[in-house]
């Protein structure tokens, strides 16, 4: 959800006409999936001239990086500006910070401590492999045999990729930006758009942010990161099996599904 009304503003009306001034750059940035560009404008417009409207925004921005509990600061802080300035935004607040609740409950009920302490112990591709099959409902099981990737989880794939390439900054993926390199984009667009169960992959995408979300960031990127190459590494032990990577394979490190538009 993205907000372009700038309504009242700190500071004079010249602070509010530059406010206003950043606030749609950085719209104009974040439609063109320029993010940290429109990040910066955000933080500049707030600078400039409070306004709830840039606080709104760069919470679904950051949330999008799977940021919740920062988005949350954001979303209370329009709520307690909006308050004050008119009450225009306290239903779709209030709605966004309910969301953010629930994606953040690990903070409040112990949960994220623990959390953090099995990632240090156990190390992140541990924590990576438990998340997804958590998530997902695959049992471990199968996911320690090479087998459990559902079309669900393939679909992740495909839309994860598609978020770190709208929504963040690929740059700190290698392996996300390594995918993104061998996939077209078409095919990507066309594994986005063609999700097998909507539904069932939003319960299952709320999961894995509520994990995701329990980490600091670097940590949090660094288990994304073994996510992506776990499951990439499952699809193709699919299609070409477990010597997938041997010199006599058929397989070019893309799934059997993309050969059409890789050709």
């Known amino acids: 959800m993205v907000f372009g009304r700038f309504f009242g503003g700190g500071g004079n009306n010249d602070n509010r006409k530059e406010g206003q001034r950043l606030f749609e750059l950085g719209m104009k940035s974040a439609a063109e999936f320029r993010s940290n560009e429109a990040l910066d404008y955000y933080a500049k417009s707030i600078e400039v001239s409070e306004n709830p409207s ?16 920062e988005a949350m600061q954001d979303l209370l802080r329009a709520q307690k500006i909006d308050l004050a300035q008119g009450k225009q935004f306290q239903g779709v607040i209030a709605r ?13 009920n112990g949960v994220a401590q623990k959390l953090v302490g099995d990632l240090h112990n156990k190390g992140p591709s541990f924590v990576a492999d438990r998340i997804v099959c958590t998530s997902f409902g695959i049992p471990q099981i199968q996911w320690d045999h090479w087998r459990g990737v559902t079309p669900l989880l393939e679909f992740h794939l495909f839309n994860d990729l598609d978020n770190i390439v709208k929504f963040d900054d690929i740059n700190r993926y290698p392996e996300a930006k390594e995918l993104v390199g061998k996939y077209p984009a078409a095919f ?3 594994k986005v758009e063609n ?3 909507q539904r069932a992959y939003e319960n299952a995408e709320m999961r894995l942010h509520n994990f995701l979300c329990s980490y600091p ?3 949090m990127i660094q288990i994304r990161r073994h996510m992506h190459y776990e499951i990439h590494k499952r699809l193709l032990v699919r299609d070409f099996g477990e010597m997938f990577d ?18």
């Open 54 to 69: 840039p606080y709104i925004n760069r919470a679904n921005l950051i949330g999008k990086r799977i940021r919740h509990f």
């Open 96 to 108: 966004e910070l309910a969301r953010n609740q629930v994606l953040t409950s690990n903070y409040t």
């Open 188 to 190: 990507i667009e066309m």
């Open 195 to 197: 999700c097998p169960d």
């Open 217 to 219: 960031e670097d940590d």
């Open 246 to 263: 041997a010199l006599d394979s058929d397989c070019e490190g893309a799934i059997k599904e993309a050969e059409g538009y890789l050709s």
